[in-house]
């Protein structure tokens, strides 16, 4: 008999559990005294010298039309006498049973009953174990499949991202080289390097240097981003006095914010320690955060900088990000908030995606390339920090950044 799961044919051992054949027989041998053995199908009866009446019986043992070996009943001495005789006398081997024939055969004929329904029962267990391993091994291959294809859906991502930075960082870098000779020349001529100009023509020039910035600030925002994604682990570790920082870039943006008619302050709370932390990249953060506040403020708004400590949440006990510093005990927030035109709840969560804008139309009111907060969030997160956001639409935003403190800091 073939088996439909798997094509190839069935045994004995497939059908009956191991050992459960000899366990049958030994039952029949203890009930009726005789020998009874179950072989196999492709091995051989060995036949022992056996007295000149001595004899066996045997039957084929099949299932659903296939021979699966052959019940093997004695040898016993065929008489209708009770009495048992030795083969070699006393001291010989145990004397053979007598039996008469008939009931050797209706012995044959009940175990191969019994052989009949114990297959019957274990044909269905093999084929519902053969299917769940069948099922198993389909579920298996599509899953390997599936997992050779996100593989190589990853690579090619990752390739794109790859291909998408080189291209970012040279079309940029190859933008701003000649923006800045632009920017100079523009320059030298509101100087009067090149001769007087007339109001109109100070005008013109004015334009060309305010668009000029604005142009170099976008590029320099697509350069930060595609350096954050070759220097990722590169991080310049020192103590850090926070509060004096968010002070430098209060003031470094002072320029323009007092021309937007804004009023900033700086707010340093009591006994906030040092960070260990990349001096640097927190300036940028910092200085990211504070333009985008300005930027989304209208004139006579406020922005304030305030700077913290905290107790960390569970989920900062330990290191995050690169995990620069041991797990903290306190947390240094600084906080940017503004009482500009807001964020609306369901675009809450997207606004630190890369390229990402609230108002994406080509007629939006605020310009920018949407990498600012893309960028604040993949430098704090590179010192072990996280940001967050909330707003209220029309009222205002606060972005939080929570940096860890290193045990022992002042």
């Not at 910092?286 to 700077?307: C, E, H, R, Y």
């Amino acid at each position: 008999m073939d088996d439909p799961s798997l094509g190839q044919k069935l045994t004995l051992d497939d059908l009956v559990p191991e050992g459960g054949l000899v366990e049958i027989c030994r039952s029949f041998r203890d009930l009726f005294g005789v020998e009874v053995r179950v072989v196999p199908r492709g091995q051989t009866i060995e036949q022992p010298r056996l007295p000149p009446r001595a004899a066996y019986r045997t039957a084929e043992v099949s299932y659903d039309g296939e021979v699966l070996g052959t019940l093997v009943l004695g040898p016993y001495m065929p008489s209708d006498s009770v009495v048992s005789l030795s083969l070699t006398g006393d001291a010989g081997p145990p004397p053979l049973p007598r039996m008469k024939d008939p009931t050797a055969e209706r012995l044959l004929r009940h175990l191969a009953s019994v052989l009949d329904v114990v297959l019957w029962s274990g044909h269905r267990a093999f084929l519902a174990s053969r299917m769940q391993i069948s099922s198993s091994q389909e579920l298996h291959r599509e899953l390997v499949a599936k997992n050779r294809a996100l593989t190589e859906s990853l690579e090619r991502v990752k390739e794109l991202d790859r291909l998408k930075s080189n291209f970012l960082g040279t079309v940029s870098h190859e933008l701003r080289t000649p923006l800045t000779s632009i920017l100079g020349y523009a320059e030298m001529l509101a100087e009067g390097l090149a001769g007087a100009l007339n109001e109109e023509q100070i005008e013109f020039v004015g334009t060309i240097r305010e668009k000029g910035q604005h142009l170099l600030s976008l590029i320099s925002s697509v350069l930060d981003l595609s350096k954050l994604d070759a220097e990722a682990a590169l991080v310049d570790v020192s103590e850090v006095d926070v509060g004096a920082l968010c002070e430098g870039v209060v003031t470094a943006a002072m320029a323009g914010w007092q021309k937007r008619g804004l009023d900033v302050k700086v707010a340093i709370g009591q006994g906030v320690p040092k960070v260990r932390t990349d001096l640097e990249r927190l300036r940028k953060v910092v200085s990211n955060l504070l333009d985008n506040a300005i930027k989304f403020t209208p004139t006579g708004g406020t922005v304030q900088v305030a700077v913290g400590v905290k107790t960390p949440p569970p989920e900062m006990q330990s290191p995050v990000g690169l995990a620069l510093l041991a797990p903290a005990d306190q947390l240094v927030e600084i906080a940017v908030a503004d009482t500009g035109i807001g964020i609306a709840q369901e675009n809450q969560p997207r606004v630190f995606d890369a390229f990402y804008q609230v108002d994406g139309s080509s007629t939006r009111q605020y310009g920018g390339t949407g990498l600012g907060l893309s960028i604040v969030k993949r430098l704090i997160e590179s010192l072990g920090g996280r940001v967050s956001v909330s707003s209220t639409l029309g009222t205002g935003s606060t972005f939080r950044v929570e940096l860890p403190v290193e045990p022992g800091s002042e």
